[in-house]
């Protein structure tokens, strides 16, 4: 198949019946707390650790809340999320993190509202796949995740980037230069398009 742009990619995805029994913006619990612990989490392991750890707390604690992060030990946190690997280190990352957020936005719903992509990319330990992560599936803003997924899928292709933001520009171009074919399938929404096009090349890509 030849492939001009991500518009056709997408296209190309959607025959597939890749999402059916997800949540609608594929990430689960999308909009809250848990959507930043689990970008943190997913960082050098696989999406099944991440769910174990995310439950060993919910099994004690119902629900992550940034407060309750903000103010653990980091032995305390770590013990939970032990399953995602380098959890130590995750530990200190998500208190400060949830400590940073605390302090300069006041609580998790200001902080979806206005935080930016260079605020999240100057916290330690997120780059820029975790920031993107969770602006697209915490805060609903209008980016698109790049991950090892898209870029395996995207070679296949023949289609090769030098840089993520590079790669990023790309595949949101295509969506957005071809939105008026788009709009009414995602709703007038073009983060729900995003996210569900993220989510189409993961679930295709661990098949």
């Given at each position: ?143 698109m995740v790049m991950d090892t997924y898209t870029k395996r899928l995207i070679k296949k292709f023949g289609y090769e980037f030098d840089s993520y933001d590079e790669m990023k520009e790309w595949f949101e171009r295509g969506v957005i230069e071809n939105w008026d074919k788009l709009k ?24």
């Amino acid at each position: 198949m030849e492939i001009s742009n991500s518009y056709d990619v997408l296209m190309w995805l959607r025959n597939k019946n890749l999402l059916e029994n997800k949540p609608k913006y594929w990430w689960p619990n999308a909009g809250s707390f848990e959507v930043v612990v689990g970008a943190i989490l997913t960082q050098n392991t696989k999406w099944e650790n991440v769910e174990k750890a995310l439950n060993n707390w919910k099994e004690k604690n119902k629900e992550w809340k940034i407060e309750e992060v903000g103010s653990c030990d980091p032995s305390f946190l770590a013990e939970f999320i032990k399953p995602a690997g380098f959890y130590n280190q995750k530990a200190k990352r998500l208190i400060m993190l949830s400590r940073n957020i605390l302090k300069d936005f006041g609580n998790f719903e200001n902080f979806r509202e206005n935080v930016d992509r260079e605020w999240l990319l100057s916290q330690k330990g997120i780059g820029f796949e975790t920031a993107d992560s969770i602006l697209c599936y915490a805060c609903f803003r209008d980016t698109m995740v790049m991950d090892t997924y898209t870029k395996r899928l995207i070679k296949k292709f023949g289609y090769e980037f030098d840089s993520y933001d590079e790669m990023k520009e790309w595949f949101e171009r295509g969506v957005i230069e071809n939105w008026d074919k788009l709009k009414d399938l995602y709703e007038n929404d073009l983060n729900l398009c995003f996210s569900r096009f993220h989510g189409k090349i993961v679930e295709y890509m661990k098949k």
